[in-house]
């Protein structure tokens, strides 16, 4: 069965360094996104993408997060420079656009610990 | 702006047993489509159960049944014949529309002990 795929699963940075994230959406899920999940919260979007263009990136604090999907396959969330609170689960999810779907399926995502 | 709210931050049954998780929402939307996923320790989230608003009849999926009161804005999760692997935080979800992003409840840390 596809699956979402995330990378790296784990990792750890210090404060004001640059960290990236990589996501490969199941094959011909046009829509993907970007959630971050603070330890016991629900996950919250901060950005999404229909192919290689941006549809809400409303909630990304773009002074020191980006995010892109330059071919409309896989993307990459970079925070630059990280701060302390960004410490939290970066979660990849998409969906298929070519059926009246509902359904986002998640990748294992990416814990961040900045120290 | 949308908001999905889950009151138990916490809960246990026994295995075999019934449990019922709670989950309310806010929207002035009409349409609108409502989720539970299931996201076990350390695995992925995965959709458990989804409800259309526009449909009456309250979705099932074997063990797992919802409590979909439209007027009163609540969307609860039966859970039938516990198991141990039902272990999980259980978060309600919400969208208006295919391709929207979901907003989420802040989660239910379910436990079944055996």
């Known amino acids: 069965e596809a699956e979402v795929a995330q990378s790296p699963r784990y990792k750890i940075t210090e404060k004001s360094q640059a960290v990236a994230f990589w996501c490969d959406p199941i094959s011909g899920h046009a829509t993907l996104y970007w959630y971050r999940q603070i330890l016991g919260q629900g996950p919250e979007l901060l950005v999404q993408?229909?192919?290689?263009?941006?549809?809400?990136d409303s909630q990304l604090p773009k002074d020191r997060f980006s995010a892109e999907r330059l071919k409309g396959v896989d993307s990459t969330l970079k925070i630059q420079p990280a701060e302390l609170g960004d410490s939290a689960m970066y979660l990849c999810?998409?969906?298929?656009?070519?059926?009246?779907?509902?359904?986002?399926?998640f990748g294992p995502g990416t814990r961040l610990t900045v120290t | 702006a949308q908001t999905v709210t889950q009151s138990q931050p916490e809960m246990s049954v026994q295995e075999a047993e019934t449990v019922t998780l709670s989950c309310t929402y806010d929207?002035?939307?009409?349409?609108?489509?409502l989720f539970w996923y299931k996201q076990p320790p350390s695995r992925q989230m995965i959709l458990v159960i989804r409800q259309e608003a526009y449909k009456q009849q309250n979705a099932t999926e074997n063990r797992f049944s919802v409590n979909f009161q439209k007027a009163a804005k609540s969307f609860s999760l039966k859970i039938s014949d516990s198991q141990l692997g039902d272990t999980a935080m259980y978060f309600c979800?919400?969208?208006?529309?295919?391709?929207?992003?979901?907003?989420f409840g802040g989660g239910t840390r379910l436990m079944v002990k055996p």
């Open positions: 993408f229909q192919d290689e263009s941006v549809v809400d």
């Open positions: 979800a919400f969208t208006t529309d295919a391709g929207n992003m979901l907003t």
């Open positions: 999810a998409s969906s298929s656009n070519r059926v009246a779907s509902y359904e986002q399926y």
């Open positions: 929207t002035s939307e009409n349409n609108y489509y």
